[in-house]
């Protein structure tokens, strides 16, 4: 499996498809496996390079701090690594605001941009979510934070259709083997804490699609119409009774107008 460098951080990243070059940056606390709905669709299309964040999966998981910036740095590292000069990207949620900063980095390496669930800045009530998240996790068994989670990111909706599949996700989480430490886990709340990007979103020039659900109260809706607005020809495609994870709720509309978008650009 291909493994990029970005100094002393080994970055993993899984290839699939054929067509133009496709970055996929996941979100707080999932490797690149959580792409496979999404990569299935769009791998008859897009060579796509899902990737695992440092501080999960198979890349490194160094002490200390992160931040979405250093994150963009590693993903660059991946496409130095690929041979690829430009492609498209997107990310969901922390993901999300990792392509902001790969875009405001390197401009030149973005063809265009699909942001999922994100924010350019957090509220005060946003920060302290994530603050509280670290510590319940600290304090509760896998299968519990699991559940404390899933109430946070799923809609009501999706939730009545599937309590199996849930509770079959809580049970996954207390038997994994290998699951992310709790510092690595905190640094990556740092960084999305951290990360801020409102006052550059001018300068984004590439053709971007934000994606929203209109009942997601863990990045609630008034984030995606400030990237939105901050990002000059922006198109907003939303959601209607789809909470944070919109694009597994709805996932033929996700996969659909997301592909319409790419191969419009």
């Known amino acids: 499996m291909p493994i990029a460098r970005n100094g002393d951080i080994e ?7 054929s067509g133009e070059p496709l970055l996929l940056i996941m ?20 060579q796509c390079f899902a990737i695992d964040n440092r501080g999960i999966g198979r890349t490194s998981k160094p002490l200390g701090s992160y931040t979405t910036r250093e994150m963009a740095e590693d993903v660059l590292a991946v496409m130095d690594h690929a041979g690829i000069g430009r492609a498209h990207v997107a990310g969901i ?4 605001a990792i392509a902001q900063q790969l875009c405001l980095n390197a401009p030149e390496r973005v063809r265009s941009l699909v942001l999922v669930a994100t924010w350019a800045r957090l509220t005060a009530f946003n920060r302290n979510v994530f603050e509280h998240f670290k510590s319940v996790r600290a304090h509760t068994t896998p299968g519990d934070f699991t559940r404390c989670l899933q109430l946070w990111i799923w809609g009501a909706d999706y939730f ?7 509770e079959t996700a809580r049970r996954y989480a207390n038997a994994n083997p290998a699951p992310q430490p709790q510092y690595a886990f905190e640094a990556q709340c740092d960084a999305c804490i951290g990360h801020d990007t409102l006052d550059s979103l001018s300068r984004i020039k590439v053709p971007t699609l934000v994606t929203a659900g209109l009942e997601d109260i ?3 809706f008034p984030l995606s119409q400030a990237l939105h607005r901050g990002i000059a020809g922006s198109e907003l495609l939303e959601f209607d009774r789809c ?10 509309k996700f996969n659909s107008e997301t592909l319409r978008f790419l191969q419009r650009h």
């Open 11 to 17: 970055i993993f990243y899984e290839v699939s498809g």
């Open 27 to 46: 979100g707080l606390g999932a490797d690149h496996s959580v792409w496979e709905q999404h990569r299935a669709a769009y791998a008859n299309h897009y």
């Open 93 to 96: 949620s922390m993901g999300g």
């Open 218 to 220: 863990f990045t609630p």
């Open 243 to 252: 909470a944070h994870t919109h694009h597994w709720e709805d996932l033929q």
């Open 160 to 166: 009545a259709r599937n309590e199996t599949d849930l």
